[in-house]
């Protein structure tokens, strides 16, 4: 157990819908990244937060968006869902902003679009 | 730019044999190496680390030294289990393009009694 938790572990909903994905990060922890694995491009960085404020973007859809509250968690929110957003989405925490430092992920949530 | 490139697999193994996946680099600072594994319906556990060159991470059997002139991570083990089945990523953060991780495609392992 990583200490990250993610809510739901599972998610199926349809095309133009929008879904909001949850992470709690480890205690202590002020970073938390998103990832996308998806069969055909492998794991993504989407985008990192910390301590409130963005910190990197990746390869984040226009349709995506992220935040983290001053709890520290964080939500992703997908909208305009397609087909092609199925996939499973990572969250990952770290302690400080720096990028060297081991991150530890969530058990993921997966996302069905039909 | 950064990248990072494994040995495609899957690769399948009997118990106790030797293990290696291969894990180069392109990077345009002075990166630290990770492997983490994913065993089947878990997200990603870090394996190991080393954060300069010469470095070795080892960790459960598992060693990989950092090698800056051949700009490899190589995995290694000396003799696996069936428990050892899961997905290995090598991964790379580079303090030279802000902070992202690189992760390579993953390999697959699988381990036959």
């Known amino acids: 157990d990583s200490g990250v938790t993610q809510t739901p572990k599972h998610l199926i909903t349809a095309t133009g819908q929008r879904v909001t994905l949850r992470c709690s990060p480890r205690?202590?922890?002020?970073?938390v990244y998103w990832y996308q694995q998806s069969l055909d491009q492998g794991l993504q960085f989407l985008i990192q937060?910390?301590?409130?404020?963005?910190?990197a973007k990746g390869n984040i859809l226009e349709r995506f968006s992220a935040q983290q509250f001053p709890d520290l968690h964080s939500e992703l929110n997908l909208s305009s869902l397609e087909l092609g957003d199925s996939a499973l989405y990572f969250c990952?925490?770290?302690?400080?902003?720096?990028?060297?430092?081991?991150?530890?992920f969530g058990p993921g949530t997966r996302l069905l679009v039909l | 730019g950064n990248s990072v490139t494994q040995m495609e697999g899957p690769v399948t193994l009997s118990e106790e044999a030797f293990l290696t996946i291969n894990c180069t680099y392109t990077a345009t600072g002075y990166p630290s190496l990770f492997w983490y594994v994913q065993y089947p319906g878990e997200g990603l556990q870090l394996l190991l680390k080393a954060t300069k060159a010469d470095d070795k991470g080892s960790n459960k059997g598992f060693e990989a030294t950092y090698r800056k002139e051949t700009t490899s991570f190589h995995l290694e083990k000396g003799s696996v289990q069936v428990s050892d089945s899961a997905v290995y990523f090598c991964?790379?953060?580079?303090?030279?393009?802000?902070?992202?991780?690189?992760f390579g495609t993953g390999t697959s392992l699988t381990v036959i009694p």
């Open positions: 937060y910390y301590n409130g404020e963005e910190r």
């Open positions: 990952a925490s770290s302690v400080g902003p720096t990028r060297q430092e081991t991150q530890y």
């Open positions: 991964a790379l953060s580079d303090p030279g393009t802000g902070n992202q991780f690189y």
């Open positions: 205690s202590g922890d002020l970073s």
